[in-house]
């Protein structure tokens, strides 16, 4: 079935970590470097050599920004010559001063096409973040589930923490298979629905945007001091994308699914996105932050999935089905030993020039 995928907020699907000799910014750009490229004109006006030299001598603490001080010691560097030594070219949010420029030390890159180098949403990720949402919503709606998630939490010690998740999302996704199936590989429910990578349809456009951890305090939210330069396809954006259920496949399982078809699939995800949105309003607006409360309201209204980068522990767990008292016993066997403060306590949002929350990232719209 072809779906379509439309951004909402800034969307982040991590490709790797641009350092020191991965791109070149300017007052308005990013230039990512191709080193295939670089290297043909570095040969090309005998500095090949030099390059080669200089790089081996850098430090390995350095980070990005840094290829620009080379390339400046042997001629200007205009917008042409940087086009001509990288892969492809990203505005940033807003231009920014050459004192600043510095202040880009590296960038999380977006995943792109190997060919068309377009930024693109993997299915990989869309198929992660609708499991997660129909794992929480049965966690939610099954009371032996519950208890069972509770059970494993009583159980849990910090030396065996990484454990308890596969042992209660285990118990959500393995649906006994019929006995001439039991040999099986992958023998869980989600091995029945097929996702496509999602590939640009129409208005997909992307950008470096500034990020702020912000943490709440008896002051409310206040950001930690450093930024995080991220790649993001921006709001507006379109993708498309086939996703599909194998109904044969299903009825290999005695079990009844979490799902039928797809529109079921995008219902339960919708749920799972309103609760998100519902907690995160509520926890930005007893910080006093209504602006951020009513975006999420916003969000809860329009979206039916969150992924990717910046949707933070609720969105990326089964949190928002626990109860407060289970979220409690999470922080104090994976996290810090605390109390007296709401867990999580932490958000990831895009800043304005004044290191304002702008936006939350990972908001989505899948459409049939």
């Known amino acids: ?30 230039y990512i470097i191709s080193m295939e490229k670089l290297a043909r004109v570095l040969k090309g006006k005998g500095l090949f050599d030099s390059f080669i030299r200089w790089s ?10 840094v290829l ?16 001509a030594i990288s892969e492809r070219q990203v505005p940033i949010k807003e231009p920014i001063s050459v004192r600043r420029q510095t202040n880009i030390t590296n960038i999380l890159e977006h995943m792109t096409d190997c060919v068309s180098r377009l930024q693109i949403i993997p299915g990989s990720s869309i198929k992660g973040a609708i499991r997660n949402a129909l794992i929480s919503n049965r966690v939610q709606a099954n009371q032996n589930l519950l208890r069972h998630t509770q059970q494993e939490l009583r159980r849990a010690r910090r030396s065996d923490r990484s454990c308890i998740g596969d042992r209660v999302t285990g118990q959500v996704l393995l649906g006994d298979l019929h006995r001439e199936a039991s040999q099986a590989s992958h023998r869980d429910w989600f091995r ?3 996702i496509s990578d999602a590939y640009p349809k129409e208005n997909v456009k992307a950008a470096i945007l500034p990020a702020r951890v912000f943490s709440l305090s008896r002051y409310g939210l206040e950001p930690k001091p450093f930024t995080i330069w991220i790649e993001c396809v921006l709001p507006g954006s379109v993708f498309e994308f086939d996703m599909s259920v194998d109904k044969d496949c299903l009825k290999l399982f005695k079990e009844n699914p979490p799902f039928s078809d797809v529109s079921d699939i995008l219902s339960e995800s ?4 309103e609760a998100i949105a519902q907690e995160d309003s509520a926890f930005v607006y007893g910080a006093r932050m209504p602006r951020m409360a009513a975006h999420f309201d916003e969000m809860g209204q329009k979206a039916n999935l969150r992924l990717g980068w910046g949707g933070g522990w609720l969105s990326t767990s089964i949190g928002v089905s626990l109860l407060r008292e289970d979220r409690e016993q999470v922080r104090q066997v994976f996290y ?9 306590k932490h958000r990831r949002f895009v800043v304005d020039s004044a290191i304002r929350p702008e936006a939350s990232f990972g908001w989505a719209r899948i459409s049939i």
Do not use: W
Not at 69 to 76: E, Q, R, T, V
């Open 270 to 273: 919708q749920r799972h996105t």
């Open 68 to 83: 620009r001080n080379f390339l400046d010691m042997y001629g200007p560097v205009n917008d042409e010559f940087l086009k």
């Open 1 to 30: 079935m072809r779906c379509t995928l439309k951004v909402l907020s800034p969307i982040h699907i991590g490709a790797r970590r641009l350092g020191a000799l991965d791109f070149v910014s300017t007052a308005s750009y990013v």
């Open 192 to 194: 029945c629905l097929k």
């Open 56 to 65: 081996t001598e850098l430090d390995s603490d350095r980070t990005g920004g």
């Open 336 to 344: 810090q030993r605390r109390q007296g403060v709401p867990f999580p």
